[in-house]
């Protein structure tokens, strides 16, 4: 199989190597935690799963053969991610500290902060020694790590690829600098917004016998949804195209704005997680506040609450609608997701 995988990717393009256990840097038993849980996510939708020699940010699923190849980088980011806003929320300690450099960060700039020892300077492994610290290190890097993971067992466990007659489905965005035609990119940004549903169902699943843990406590328990959902918008916010009113209808990806309402619309009609709506509408303000504090204090950013609005509101409302209603009449395969969507669009129709 490892080499019909080889095969599949060169015959793509993708000549990186994979990756073989004992490879992993940083905290190996952390990684091979993340890499455990990444092997049993693509086992339950019948997929192999490879780790490629690549520190981009990516991943990308396949048909034939049947497999979920994600990059190292997914892994690094989410370790170095993880322990910069830990640090962060933890003592307000700042890893880019030249007070001369007002320039916005991404998280690209991250990987520049290895060329000066940063990582292996600060005292991170003193640090995850203390239970919050690790706690919400560990919470980050999951996050960045199995989304990313359940978002390609997403297209497969939907069968995207093979109805949309492509092998590999999910790779970096407009990779090929081809503009989609608005068509193409509705269908493309619906099986996105379809599988970025069935990731947070399934991430919140994963975690969500540790959070109710804290459900005796209610103002603990809003806190620590707060902390989740403030990191799960870190994700889509850094890992989602930047799009103007121009490029929103010509994107493979759907731009954060629309994301992280799907994110707040599916979080706001979850019955299970124990809160009434007014509690929600706390839990969905503060972790977007927390989010633009460390957005603009740390990777300085102080323009992160106007980006997220940059489209206007009747232009992405309006794509909004024409997405979860081709993720509807398209996209699922199976009746009982059918089902489900068509449950969660009547209520934020509703709305």
């Known amino acids: 199989m490892k080499e019909e995988v080889i095969k599949s990717l060169r015959d793509n393009g993708f000549n990186q190597l994979i990756m073989e256990e004992g490879d992993f840097e940083y905290s190996p038993v952390w990684y091979r935690q993340l890499d455990l849980a990444c092997e049993k996510i693509a086992s339950s939708v019948s997929s192999k799963y490879v780790v490629l020699q690549d520190l981009n940010f990516n991943a990308m699923a396949s048909y034939t053969p049947r497999y979920i190849a994600i990059r190292y980088g997914v892994f690094d980011l989410s370790y170095k991610m993880a322990l910069v806003v830990s640090d962060f929320m933890d003592s307000r300690k700042k890893c880019f500290n030249d007070i001369d450099d007002t320039s916005r960060k991404t998280y690209k700039e991250l990987f520049e902060l290895e060329k000066f020892g940063y990582f292996e300077n600060n005292g991170f492994d003193e640090k995850l020694k203390g239970d919050a610290f690790r706690h919400r290190f560990e919470l980050i890097s999951s996050i960045f790590t199995l989304f990313t993971m359940f978002h390609e067992a997403g297209h497969i466990f939907h069968s995207h690829g093979l109805r949309h007659h492509s092998l590999d489905i999910d790779d970096i965005d407009n990779a090929s600098e ?134 206007p509101k009747n232009e992405l409302v309006d794509w909004y609608q024409k997405i979860r209603e081709r993720a509807v009449e398209k996209w699922y395969l199976y009746d009982e997701d059918r089902d489900l969507v068509k449950q969660i669009v009547a209520l934020q129709n509703n709305t």
């Open 178 to 311: 081809k503009m989609l035609s608005e068509e193409e990119a509705l269908d493309s940004q619906s099986r996105e917004f379809v599988c970025d549903m069935y990731a947070l169902q399934k991430l919140v699943e994963n975690h969500l016998k540790e959070l109710k843990t804290f459900i005796g406590d209610k103002e603990i328990y809003k806190k620590v949804l707060c902390d989740y959902f403030t990191y799960l918008n870190l994700y889509f916010y850094f890992l989602s195209p930047k799009l103007s009113e121009v490029d929103l209808k010509h994107s493979s990806h759907p731009p954060a704005s629309i994301r992280l309402h799907m994110v707040s619309a599916t979080f706001f009609y979850d019955q299970q997680l124990g809160l009434d709506n007014e509690e929600k509408d706390f839990v969905l303000f503060e972790s977007r506040t927390a989010m633009c504090l460390i957005l603009d204090e740390l990777f300085g950013d102080k323009q992160a609450e106007d980006w997220l609005n940059k489209i």
